[in-house]
């Protein structure tokens, strides 16, 4: 079946991921016990990618798409070495699966520089990706674009279902979001922001599978709100990412 979109090098990214991510698990609440393994999210992305058109390279960028950023921290613990250990991951990505791959992962990367050994603020650093998806001096391609929110509409899925099982009402789920930095609002604020800017990304103009794509995020994002008993006017105005929503979002935009 030489015409099949998917070929050995697939599976290849698949092995290679699940080295990586070996022994790395899906966030639970506090006091729960980790046990989804977290190539489920990587099939999932992938998943995602495929179901709305993605070629077998973005495919393959979207199993390894957390490797640059997870990767480093997984295999090597030092500090001092979780650059240099990044360089080493791009370039077997580069060589093995070739430089397409390689830019969209390093797309999918977030790039800000470690403080102290640590990443930089979270509200630091999703504004900085923020401002990357609506930039327009060199802005994303539709296929980095399609591998990015195929992530985030893989996680805002799994944040609903779990939200969904976590109570019976939107006050007893708001513990819930206490495995995340931002907890409840900057996650309900983020993606938010995220589906107004994706919606504004130069490289999707005219992609009639990426902004289906974007509207499954949108209505997976309400959905998310919805079962949290929140207006999105509200989410676009809460602190963790306020800067971001009154420096780019007009009075009454949502």
């Known amino acids: 079946m030489s015409d099949f979109p998917l070929t050995d090098r697939f599976l290849h990214a698949l092995e290679r991921a ?29 998943s995602v990618a495929l179901e709305f058109g993605a070629s077998e390279d973005e495919a393959i960028a979207a199993l390894l798409h957390d490797a640059l950023e997870d990767g480093p921290e997984n295999i090597q613990a030092d500090v001092a070495r979780r650059a240099e250990t990044r360089e080493e991951l791009r370039r077997v990505i580069r060589q093995e699966f070739g430089e397409q791959v390689e830019a969209l992962v390093s797309g999918a990367t977030e790039e800000t520089g470690l403080i102290a050994g640590k990443k930089a603020p979270w509200s630091e650093r999703k504004m900085a990706y923020l401002r990357k998806l609506i930039r327009t001096e060199k802005p994303e391609s539709a296929a980095s674009l399609l591998v990015s929110a195929s992530d985030k509409l893989h996680n805002a899925r799994a944040i609903l279902a779990d939200v969904l099982a976590f109570g019976d009402s939107p006050e007893s789920r708001v513990a819930f979001f206490d495995r995340f930095n931002a907890e409840q609002e900057g996650t309900l604020q983020y993606y938010r922001l995220l589906v ?10 005219g992609q009639v599978r990426l902004h289906a794509l974007f509207t499954e995020l949108d209505r997976t994002v309400t959905a ?12 676009l105005n809460y602190r963790p990412l306020r800067e971001f929503s009154r420096r780019h979002l007009g009075p009454g935009e949502s």
């Open 18 to 46: 699940h080295r990586w991510h070996a022994g790395q698990y899906r966030k639970v609440p506090m006091g729960e016990t980790a046990t989804v393994p977290y190539l489920s999210h990587l099939l999932g992305v992938a």
């Open 224 to 235: 998310l709100e919805f079962a949290c008993g929140v207006h999105q006017r509200d989410v």
């Open 196 to 205: 107004w800017a994706y919606n504004r990304a130069p490289g999707g103009h």
